[in-house]
Each structure stands twice: as C-alpha cells, then as structure tokens.
C-alpha cells in the first residue's frame, strides 16, 4: 500500500533557511523526503544563508545549497565602511555597535539583528545572484524531469518559495526582509507563492534559559521584526514611499510592488490546548513535517485554493487590521515505524549480547564439545602424519640377520628426526591452521554456547590436550642405534656360533630372543620419542592458543557485560514509550501496542533467526560502510572481533540490517486500526471517528492567542492519509471509509472546515490544524515583548533596526506609538528635563492654568498659559527635589509614563497645548533646535562637565527620523 508516486500538481519549490534555524529545518526536510521518495529527483531546491560556518560543515549539504555571508575583513572594519556608506543609513550609529559579541567573522550574527543584516547587505550582490541561480536550477530541473518523463508533473509556469527562520536571533532575524525583497524581485509574484515560516522567541526558551541577557534581547528581537512584518505585510497604498525601496551596493534599487509575503506562519512553542514542545529539536520536527505535507502531498495545492477563500478577506472585527499571519500543528496516529526500527534495533544488539554472554549449556555437553574440538583441530593438523602409531618394522624372531636389525635400528632413529624435522618445518603452517581454525570455532559457536561458555568448552579442550601429552610414556636413554647395534652384534656373532645340538637350541632361542627385544625396545622407544615429542609440541603449540583466547574472550567478556547495560538502558526507554500515548517530536500517537513491536521483532530477527541475521551482518561491505572514515577496522570479519570496538558499531550493523528490511515500509495503518477495532469488538467506523476525534483535540495550532478566536481566524483540519484504491468516484479521491465516515459526521462550520488530503505515509493519519488569517496582535507575548523592545532601546543596547522610515510607524500594541510620542515631544518642548543624569518633570503642576517650568532650559516651549521658569538648572544632583525626579534612566521614565495616569495625562495636555498655539514652522525650528542642542551636549567634554543638561538619545533619534532631520 506504499504510494511513493509524486503528486502530479506539485510546484517546483525553492526552500530559503535563515540561520540555524532555517538549517536544521531543512535538514530534517530533506531526510523526510529521502525517506519517503527514496532517491526519486523532486523539483525542490535548498539553499542555506547564515553567518555560521558550523552550519556548512554538515555533509547533508550540497555546494550549491551553501551561501555564506562573511565580511572577509573584521568586523569594526566592516562597520566603519558601512558608516560612510549611504545604502547603510539604517544602521545604528550613535553610539557606534561594538564587536564585543566576535571573535571571528563565522561565529553568526550574536542575536544583533543590525550585524545580521550587515552580513547580508554587505554580501548583497553574492545572496542576490546565488537566490537567482537557485531559480534557475529550480526551473531547468523541473523541465528536465517533465521532458525525460521521469514524473508527470504539471504547473510548470508557477512556483512556491518558502523562507523559513527565526525572529528572535541575530542572521535569521536580520535577513528575512531584505532576502524576501530580493527574492520578490527574482520571482514573478503573479505565479509564485512567497510563504515566510518563522519561529518565535518562545520556542527557544528551554535553550536561553541559563542566559538572561540572550533572552532580552530575543524577546526585543521578536518585537522589532514582527513590527516589520506588521507594516510590509500591509497592501501598498502608495507605491512611491520611501519605505518601499531598498537600496544594495552593485545591486542597485529594488522596489517592493506587492505585500512582503503571500502567507507567513509564526510558529511558538505552545497552543491554546496547553501543550508545550520544550525542546527546539521538536519545533524543528514541526516545522519539517508541515513543510513536507505542503510541498511533497495533496495539501498544498488545498491549501492554494483554501488561502485564497480565507486569508485577509476581510479585517479583523476587533483590532480592525488585515489578517496577515498563519500557524500550524499537526497530531499523527501511526504505526510509529521508526521506533519499532531502532526497538527491533536495539533488541537485536541486545539478543546478539546475552547470546554472547551467557551459557545454559550443561556441563556434560560442553565437555563433550571440547573432546570434539580436540580430534578436530589433531584431525585439521593432520596429526597422525607426524606419528608412527607401532608402524615401525619390529625385529621378528626368525630374523636375526645383522644388516636386517642394524637398518631397522637406524630406520628408526632416522623416524624420530625426520618427523621432528617434519614439525618443526611445517610449525608455522600449523599455527597458522590452528589459529584460523580455532577462531572459526570461536565465531561459530559463540551464539550457541556464549563467551562464558566458550571459555569453558576451550578450558577443557586445553585440558584435554595436556591429559594426552602426559598419557604417552616417555622416552628412556637408550642410546643410539649404532651404539645399540654394537652392544647385540657380539650376540649376534656368538648365536651364529653355537651348534644347533638340542642343548645349544635352547640357548640359542634366549640369545636370539634377548637380540630381539634389545632392538624392539630401541625402536618402541623411537616410537614412544615420536609420539611424546609431537603431543607435547602441540600441546603446547595450542595451550598458548587457548590461552591467548581465553584471555581474549575475559576482555570480550567485560566489553559485553557492558554494553550489555548500555543496550538496555535504551532498550527500556523504547519499552517504556511502547504501549501509551506519548508526546514527541509532534504530538503522536502510537496506534499498535508492545506486543506489537515485540511479535514483529521475534518473527523477522528473533532467536530463532540470530544465527543467520548474523551471518547476514558478517560482511565485507557491512563492515566497509558502519567503519567508514575510520583508523582502524576490524581485521576479521566476525562477531566477536566487532566487540573489541565501540558498541556504537554493533548498533550501526543492527540497524542497517533492519534499515533494508522494507516490510515495516508497506505495514497499512488502517488495516492496523480494523484489527484494533475487531479485537475490542467495536464497529471500524465507530473506533477511528472516536481516534481521529481525540487527535483532532490534540493538533492545535502553535499559537497560543485566546482573544476573540472565534472573529480573529479560520481553521481548518486536513485528515492526511494514503486513499483508499478501491474506492472511486468520478474524479474524486476519497479515502478510506472509516475516515470518509468522520469527515461526513462533523456538522455544521467544522464540516466544511474537515478536508482529506492523499499523503504517501500509509503508516500515518495526519491531522493538520491550520490557523488561516490572523492577527499578531492576538500573540499572548506580544507585550512582553514590548516591554523587552524599550527597555533595550532605552539603554542604547542596539538589537534593533532603529530607523523609523525602514521600521514603518504602525505598532503591534495600540500605545506604543503615543509612548514614544509624548515621550519625545515632552523633552523637546521642555517638559521633561535630562540634568546630571537624573530625569525630571519641568512642568510645576498639573493645572494648565498658570503652569510655570520648574527650571529655565532652552527647550521650554511657552505659551500664554505656561510661563518660563526664572530659576537656573541645578549645579549637582543634591540641589534637584526628589519629588520631581522621574527616574535615573530612560526605561524607567518610559515605563513611569505608561504606568502613571495623571504624569501622562498632564503631558499629553501640555504637548496639545503647546502645538495648538505655535505654527508648524515654528515646531519645526523647535526640534531642530533640540537636534542641534543634543548634539553640543553630548559631544563636547567641558560643556557636558560643567554639569548641565543633557540630551536624550531616544528623543534625539526619534525627532531626527519622524522630521527627516537627516545628516
């Protein structure tokens, strides 16, 4: 039932990963479709931008899939240039960023949003031209693959781009507009969708725990970009604005004519369920899996044709803006396929170890098994060629010729040296064979009887051997055969001598008879030095074998002991997720129970199968592949040499085996479900409308809003699984009946809101939840985020693009602008006062009736009602009333306006007093004049020593920009 067939309307697809987000995304992406498409070529195109040089060393990677953006000088070079260029008057300068944060220009972007941007500004023309090229290559392989027939594919002329990152750190954040500038350029936006996937600052809580200034800055991070986003995702009223265009060096001008991106996804790390994914990793997952559903199955051509009905229809109902954002979850029941692969993995390894390890063999019969061992290794040695065994010509009685018993003595005696020359010339032949024997024995037997058991089997063989060497009787000093020939030769004479009368005939047989056995003696003696000499070498000769390996097999013995209890402890995680609902990378449900993992393992590598899986893994090219890039490999290719090395090694093995076992692959989740429902005696239908039910609960969306969901947003559920082959209807493809049934069965909006869509996985049901059109004002964080945003901007501490023409004026919260507006206008008329540090309120009381300065300052803007101050600005900080002091930096009087109804309220009314009797020109020579004042402040030494009033950089930064007071 495995469908690898490539949806026919798929659209040649460009994948743009900002920073290390942006990487692991596609990382993980492009293992999802090497394992769901094999090696079939899929018009889809990677590329990979970042400031770090750790993300291109991985080997997933292709050359063409890398651009990296580097300054090649350092980087206070590289901010000097950019201060004297004008494509780079966004850039914070005052005071100037410092590369504190480096230490080399490959590190990344340092959560510093400006140096992100820097990174890719200051490598336009390379991102420019490489974003081109990777069009190019999208096109001519989408062309190529149609013509040569290698799919049916059709919608040639349109093309999807996703660029995927974050907006909380420093190259993702500071990238993504100007690379979706650049790519809107690029592509024609009439037939490309343009989708930004960007995780929030939230999903890299657990990972910035322990670094509470990379957290501020993050969070500061998420509400800049998401200002950015909030403005360019807007329609273009007026095309000719400013804002619109963007300048590159050797590029030029590119102006953006339509909305930043079609579809953007936000994506945090919790939903309104109260699910959390506290890892980064599962986020990544997340995102992956959503991208392959969109880009590799039939959602994503729904998807067009459902964004096009939903998104942005109409403004939202509370906050009045267009619904510019997007998010995403996705609940899977399955046959968890990998899990069971890396259960049958470890389980196997574990299998292979207690065989190793352990011994139930009875005594009786490992005895038996050395007797057998000893004849074989004498009958592989050939043993009996080295020995005599009472084949030696003996002295017969009726022989009693001299030269007869002198070549038999000498016969003999040559015996004994020729077989010992024999041994010793073939020594090292017979080692050789013994030891390739006895590892044979080893491997092949250490399943059967274990590592314990085979050092007892070799214990005893040892034994053996040493018993049958002690068995022969030893040789005696007889001499040699010649010395032995003289001393019979005068007997010989002396026999030949006598008569044959009766008396001389007895006499004659004795003599005759103690000739013989002289000479018989000599040569069992031969026969005895022989076959002593040759037990003893070979004893010998293979005691130190056994030995060697016995002490071998302890060593082996303690590495499998403990790998043993490294297999396990995996082994019981994997026991320990079986046979419950679990959260993982997405929030998952496995639908088939332990018994499940442990009756497919027993049937395809259980015991009874250990032998030849075994014999399976003992390859050459096995050990090729799992020691690749390795010093040392294993010189034999046998189990137990495996386990002198890394137990990572056996695993490796394991897993490759069962990796090229495909029957886990076609397993049919449905089906699986209809046994299920059988075995609790349920109706099919019944049973997968109540588990699609209870996954449906589970998929909400990575977004955790609440307000006024049922105004703010559309969702819909897509119900992801293989179709159903036998069922057909015209030109429309169903799946199977029991998902067909939960579809039909939702009543009301969330019948029409419940989609099918083919996958290719047909050991999962996918239900994926989407959020259609929101708003980001509904992000839970996003005041937080404020908070963090004016805190750091307070404090001169640059994670943000500070330029007010680039950032655009509409906020995320309602109040943000009119903070910054009373804040800055309340400085600039006089209101609010910067003396020896110290902010104070200028103004003498609330009434507008006689309102007097406190201090004379050449900021006071009067009116008839408001009457300048007589009294000269403190000398020191002692002489300033502490009632009037606002705070000692600028985060605290910003947050003592937003707290502080009636400070608010009295400058709000001054500033409207104040602008309602002075002409617009006279405002603006005002400000000027505030410019020009911060600017003699704050840069000449004994101006600011003599202790008087000091410029705000906020107020300064603000009045410049929203004026147009340029340099």
């Given at each position: 039932?495995?469908?690898?067939?490539?949806?026919?309307?798929?659209?040649?697809?460009?994948?743009?990963?900002?920073?290390?987000?942006?990487?692991?995304?596609?990382?993980?992406?492009?293992?999802?479709?090497?394992?769901?498409?094999?090696?079939?070529?899929l018009?889809?195109?990677?590329?990979?931008l970042?400031?770090?040089?750790?993300?291109?060393?991985?080997?997933?990677?292709?050359?063409?899939?890398?651009?990296?953006?580097?300054?090649?000088e350092?980087?206070?070079?590289?901010?000097?240039?950019?201060?004297s260029?004008?494509?780079?008057?966004w850039?914070?300068?005052?005071?100037?960023?410092t590369?504190?944060?480096?230490?080399?220009t490959?590190?990344?972007?340092?959560?510093?949003?400006?140096?992100?941007?820097?990174?890719?500004?200051?490598?336009?023309?390379?991102v420019?031209?490489?974003?081109?090229?990777?069009?190019?290559?999208?096109?001519?392989?989408?062309k190529?693959?149609?013509?040569v027939?290698?799919?049916?594919?059709?919608?040639?002329d349109r093309?999807?781009?996703?660029?995927?990152?974050s907006?909380?750190?420093?190259?993702?954040?500071?990238?993504f507009?100007?690379?979706s500038?650049?790519?809107?350029?690029?592509f024609?936006?009439?037939n490309?969708?343009?989708?930004g996937?960007?995780?929030?600052?939230?999903?890299?809580?657990?990972?910035?725990?322990?670094?509470?200034?990379?957290?501020?800055?993050?969070?500061?991070?998420?509400?800049a970009a998401l200002?950015?986003?909030?403005?360019y995702?807007?329609?273009?009223?007026?095309p000719?604005?400013?804002?619109?265009?963007?300048?590159?060096?050797?590029?030029?001008?590119?102006?953006?004519?339509?909305?930043?991106?079609?579809?953007?996804?936000?994506?945090?790390?919790?939903?309104?369920?109260?699910?959390?994914?506290?890892?980064?990793?599962?986020?990544?997952?997340l995102?992956?899996?959503?991208?392959?559903h969109?880009i590799?199955?039939?959602?994503?051509?729904?998807?067009?044709?459902?964004?096009?009905?939903?998104?942005?229809?109409?403004?939202?109902?509370?906050?009045?803006?267009?619904?510019?954002?997007?998010?995403?979850?996705?609940?899977?029941?399955?046959?968890?396929v990998?899990?069971?692969k890396?259960?049958?993995?470890?389980?196997?390894?574990?299998?292979?170890l207690?065989?190793?390890?352990s011994?139930?063999?009875?005594?009786?019969?490992?005895?038996?098994?050395?007797?057998?061992?000893?004849?074989?290794?004498?009958?592989?040695?050939d043993?009996?060629?080295?020995?005599?065994?009472?084949?030696?010509?003996?002295?017969?009685?009726?022989?009693?010729?001299?030269?007869?018993?002198?070549?038999?003595?000498?016969s003999?005696?040559?015996?004994?040296t020729?077989?010992?020359?024999?041994w010793?010339?073939?020594y090292?032949?017979?080692?050789?064979?013994?030891?390739?024997?006895?590892?044979?024995?080893?491997?092949?037997n250490?399943?059967?009887?274990?590592?314990?058991?085979?050092?007892?089997?070799?214990?005893?063989?040892s034994?053996?051997?040493?018993?049958?060497?002690?068995?022969?009787?030893?040789?005696?000093?007889?001499?040699?055969?010649?010395?032995?020939?003289?001393?019979i030769?005068g007997?010989?004479?002396?026999?030949?001598?006598l008569?044959?009368?009766?008396?001389?005939?007895?006499?004659k047989?004795?003599e005759?008879?103690?000739i013989?056995n002289?000479?018989?003696?000599?040569?069992?003696?031969?026969?005895?030095?022989?076959?002593?000499?040759?037990?003893n070498?070979?004893?010998k000769?293979?005691?130190?074998?056994i030995?060697?390996?016995?002490k071998?097999?302890?060593?082996?013995?303690?590495?499998?002991d403990?790998?043993?209890?490294?297999?396990?402890?995996?082994?019981?995680?994997l026991?320990?997720?079986?046979?419950?609902?679990?959260?993982?990378?997405?929030?998952?449900r496995?639908?088939?129970?332990k018994?499940f993992?442990?009756?497919?393992?027993?049937?395809?590598?259980?015991?009874?199968?250990l032998?030849?899986?075994?014999t399976?893994?003992?390859?050459?090219?096995?050990?090729?592949?799992?020691?690749?890039?390795?010093?040392?490999?294993?010189?034999?290719?046998n189990?137990?040499?495996?386990?002198?090395?890394?137990i990572?090694?056996?695993?490796?093995?394991?897993?490759?085996?069962i990796?090229?076992?495909?029957?886990?692959?076609n397993?049919s989740?449905?089906?699986?479900?209809r046994?299920?429902?059988?075995v609790?005696?349920q109706?099919?239908?019944?049973?997968?409308?109540?588990?699609?039910?209870?996954?449906?609960?589970?998929?909400?969306?990575?977004?955790?809003?609440?307000?006024?969901?049922?105004?703010?947003?559309?969702?819909?559920?897509?119900?992801g699984?293989?179709?159903?082959?036998?069922?057909?209807?015209?030109?429309?493809?169903r799946?199977?009946?029991?998902?067909?049934?939960?579809?039909?069965?939702?009543?009301?909006?969330?019948?029409?809101?419940a989609?099918?869509?083919?996958?290719?996985?047909?050991s999962?049901?996918?239900?994926?939840?989407?959020?259609?059109?929101?708003?980001?004002?509904?992000?839970?964080?996003?005041?937080?985020?404020?908070m963090?945003?004016l805190?750091?901007?307070?404090e001169?501490?640059y994670?943000?693009?500070?330029?007010?023409?680039?950032?655009g004026?509409?906020?995320?919260?309602?109040?943000?602008?009119?903070?910054?507006?009373?804040?800055?206008?309340?400085?600039?008329?006089?209101?609010?006062?910067?003396?020896?540090?110290?902010?104070?309120d200028?103004?003498?009381?609330?009434?507008?009736?006689?309102?007097r300065?406190?201090?004379?300052s050449?900021?006071n803007?009067?009116?008839?009602?408001?009457i300048?101050?007589?009294?000269?600005?403190?000398?020191?900080?002692?002489?300033i009333?502490?009632?009037i002091?606002?705070?000692?930096?600028r985060?605290?009087?910003?947050?003592?306006i937003?707290?502080?109804i009636?400070?608010?309220?009295?400058?709000?009314k001054?500033?409207?007093?104040?602008?309602a009797?002075?002409?617009?020109?006279?405002?603006?020579?005002?400000?000027?004049?505030?410019?020009?004042?911060?600017?003699?402040?704050?840069?000449?030494?004994?101006?600011?020593?003599a202790g008087y009033?000091?410029?705000?950089?906020?107020?300064y930064?603000?009045?410049?920009?929203?004026?147009?007071?340029?340099?």
């Amino acid at each position: 039932m495995m469908n690898n067939e490539i949806p026919k309307d798929i659209l040649p697809t460009l994948i743009v990963g900002l920073g290390g987000t942006g990487f692991q995304i596609i990382k993980r992406l492009k293992k999802l479709f090497n394992k769901r498409y094999n090696e079939q070529n899929l018009p889809i195109r990677y590329l990979i931008l970042d400031t770090d040089l750790k993300s291109f060393l991985d080997d997933s990677l292709k050359n063409n899939e890398k651009c990296q953006l580097r300054f090649n000088e350092g980087v206070k070079s590289t901010l000097d240039w950019a201060y004297s260029n004008p494509n780079f008057d966004w850039l914070p300068e005052n005071p100037p960023i410092t590369p504190d944060f480096f230490t080399s220009t490959d590190q990344g972007a340092g959560l510093i949003r400006p140096i992100g941007r820097l990174y890719l500004c200051k490598n336009s023309k390379l991102v420019y031209d490489t974003l081109s090229t990777a069009k190019n290559d999208l096109v001519d392989l989408y062309k190529i693959l149609t013509e040569v027939g290698a799919v049916h594919l059709e919608n040639i002329d349109r093309h999807k781009v996703y660029i995927v990152g974050s907006l909380a750190g420093g190259t993702g954040c500071g990238t993504f507009l100007d690379v979706s500038v650049m790519l809107s350029k690029i592509f024609n936006r009439d037939n490309t969708n343009l989708i930004g996937m960007f995780t929030l600052e939230s999903c890299y809580d657990d990972k910035l725990s322990s670094d509470l200034d990379a957290q501020n800055r993050s969070k500061a991070n998420c509400y800049a970009a998401l200002k950015e986003l909030e403005f360019y995702m807007s329609s273009i009223k007026n095309p000719d604005d400013d804002r619109y265009t963007f300048k590159y060096n050797n590029i030029g001008e590119i102006k953006l004519e339509k909305k930043l991106l079609d579809i953007c996804y936000l994506v945090e790390n919790k939903n309104e369920g109260g699910g959390v994914l506290t890892n980064i990793e599962d986020i990544y997952d997340l995102c992956s899996l959503q991208l392959y559903h969109e880009i590799g199955t039939k959602l994503g051509s729904q998807l067009r044709a459902d964004y096009a009905n939903f998104i942005c229809k109409d403004k939202d109902p509370v906050l009045k803006r267009d619904r510019h954002f997007s998010t995403f979850s996705s609940s899977s029941m399955e046959i968890p396929v990998e899990n069971i692969k890396r259960y049958s993995c470890f389980k196997l390894a574990s299998d292979i170890l207690e065989s190793l390890y352990s011994s139930e063999t009875e005594e009786e019969v490992l005895n038996l098994k050395a007797e057998e061992l000893k004849e074989d290794i004498k009958q592989e040695l050939d043993i009996n060629t080295y020995l005599v065994n009472n084949h030696m010509i003996r002295i017969k009685e009726e022989t009693l010729d001299g030269s007869v018993i002198q070549n038999s003595l000498t016969s003999a005696e040559k015996r004994v040296t020729a077989s010992k020359n024999n041994w010793n010339s073939d020594y090292e032949i017979n080692i050789e064979k013994a030891d390739k024997f006895l590892e044979e024995f080893i491997n092949e037997n250490s399943i059967a009887y274990g590592v314990r058991g085979l050092s007892r089997i070799l214990k005893e063989t040892s034994t053996l051997f040493k018993q049958e060497a002690n068995a022969i009787i030893p040789p005696s000093n007889v001499g040699s055969a010649n010395s032995v020939f003289q001393s019979i030769s005068g007997k010989l004479d002396s026999v030949k001598k006598l008569s044959n009368s009766r008396k001389n005939k007895l006499k004659k047989s004795e003599e005759a008879n103690s000739i013989k056995n002289t000479a018989n003696n000599f040569i069992s003696n031969k026969e005895n030095e022989i076959n002593s000499y040759i037990a003893n070498e070979l004893c010998k000769m293979i005691t130190a074998m056994i030995d060697e390996a016995v002490k071998n097999i302890d060593v082996l013995s303690r590495n499998i002991d403990e790998y043993r209890s490294s297999v396990s402890m995996n082994l019981l995680r994997l026991n320990n997720q079986a046979n419950k609902t679990y959260g993982g990378n997405i929030i998952s449900r496995e639908m088939v129970s332990k018994d499940f993992y442990d009756n497919f393992y027993e049937e395809n590598y259980g015991r009874d199968n250990l032998k030849p899986t075994i014999t399976k893994m003992m390859k050459q090219e096995m050990f090729d592949e799992i020691f690749d890039m390795e010093r040392e490999k294993p010189r034999d290719i046998n189990i137990l040499s495996l386990m002198n090395y890394d137990i990572k090694y056996l695993i490796n093995l394991c897993a490759k085996i069962i990796e090229e076992d495909k029957r886990l692959d076609n397993l049919s989740l449905i089906d699986i479900m209809r046994k299920n429902a059988e075995v609790n005696r349920q109706n099919p239908k019944l049973y997968v409308k109540e588990e699609l039910e209870i996954a449906a609960k589970l998929a909400k969306p990575f977004w955790s809003a609440i307000k006024n969901p049922e105004v703010s947003w559309t969702e819909c559920y897509y119900i992801g699984a293989v179709k159903d082959d036998n069922i057909t209807n015209g030109f429309t493809i169903r799946p199977d009946e029991e998902i067909d049934y939960w579809i039909r069965s939702q009543t009301g909006e969330r019948s029409r809101q419940a989609r099918y869509v083919e996958t290719s996985n047909p050991s999962s049901i996918d239900v994926i939840h989407i959020t259609m059109g929101a708003c980001a004002g509904y992000l839970p964080d996003v005041k937080n985020y404020k908070m963090f945003y004016l805190k750091l901007l307070s404090e001169q501490t640059y994670p943000l693009h500070l330029d007010e023409t680039y950032v655009g004026l509409d906020d995320l919260v309602l109040d943000v602008d009119e903070l910054f507006k009373i804040y800055t206008l309340a400085q600039a008329y006089g209101a609010i006062l910067k003396v020896h540090g110290k902010y104070i309120d200028n103004l003498s009381s609330s009434n507008m009736d006689g309102q007097r300065f406190v201090y004379k300052s050449d900021c006071n803007l009067s009116t008839d009602k408001i009457i300048d101050s007589y009294k000269e600005l403190p000398k020191n900080t002692s002489e300033i009333e502490e009632s009037i002091i606002l705070g000692n930096s600028r985060s605290q009087v910003l947050s003592r306006i937003e707290k502080d109804i009636a400070l608010t309220s009295k400058l709000a009314k001054f500033i409207t007093a104040v602008e309602a009797v002075h002409s617009r020109e006279d405002l603006i020579k005002h400000k000027r004049k505030y410019i020009e004042l911060y600017n003699l402040l704050n840069n000449e030494d004994d101006i600011r020593a003599a202790g008087y009033q000091e410029g705000d950089f906020i107020a300064y930064e603000k009045l410049r920009y929203q004026n147009s007071f340029r340099k």
